[in-house]
């Protein structure tokens, strides 16, 4: 992977700080995104971990470390401007960052919590940033967006009319149905990018990682409900 630069969104913890560090030994810069500066230097610090002293300050040069908030329409225009301006071409963006069973909310801009963390803020980061993937400057290597999903997409009842999902709660909500359509918006947003973007050679995947220990997915979760499911992760 040496040479391509690789976002990874949701990157301080869990399956984005573990894919960053698996993406970072083999070569890539990495981008990473924070809400919280100091987790994020922190991930920057464990990403270091087992380089020699000599050799920090050169490897240093392969992490960048942004501040981003998915569910804040002026904060995701913030981190692409400035991403836009430092780099030519991006190879992998990989969606990762996301929410769970979290109480009835709307993100600052009046979307539901679960929608707008899972599901639209990063189809704005990749709409922003579309232009540096066509660009690519590696004739042997296709571009790709990698949507992090989840199983739970099949729990989806029905697809909410667009008054559910902006705007005051004006009907019975479930964290759970939430979870599972901002999943299935994942997923059908990969086939609709796919298809839009297979002329230009750029690839679009959705990945189902299942049950991992160590993410703060489901913090909001019931603890007797974690407790359960402990033995399985």
């Known amino acids: 992977m040496e040479g391509l630069k690789v976002l990874v969104t949701g990157s301080t913890c869990g399956i984005g700080l573990h894919t960053a ?80 069973g979290v109480p009835f909310e709307l993100s600052v801009d009046g979307i539901e919590m679960h929608f707008a963390t899972n599901g639209f803020g990063h189809y704005v980061v990749v709409e922003r940033l579309l232009p540096l993937l066509l660009k690519t400057n590696r004739p042997d290597f296709k571009s790709r967006v990698i949507v992090v999903s989840s199983g739970l997409y099949r729990n989806a009842e029905t697809i909410p009319q667009v008054s559910k999902l902006l705007g005051q709660k004006t009907y019975e909500y479930s964290s759970k149905q939430a979870y599972a359509f901002s999943k299935l918006a994942n997923c059908l947003y990969t086939v609709a990018l796919a298809k839009m973007l297979e002329p230009h050679n750029v690839g679009v995947y959705c990945v189902r990682p299942g049950f991992v220990n160590g993410t703060k997915l489901g913090r909001e979760t019931h603890w007797f409900l974690r407790a359960l499911a402990a033995p399985l992760i």
């Open 21 to 100: 560090k698996i993406i970072f030994k083999k070569g890539a810069t990495v981008i990473l995104t924070c809400r919280d500066e100091v987790r994020g230097r922190r991930a920057v610090e464990s990403l270091l971990v087992g380089v020699k002293e000599e050799d920090v300050a050169k490897e240093s040069e392969r992490i960048h470390l942004f501040t981003l908030d998915v569910t804040n329409y002026n904060s995701i225009c913030e981190f692409t401007d400035e991403v836009s301006k430092m780099f030519k071409y991006i190879h992998v963006i990989i969606n990762n960052a996301g929410i769970m």
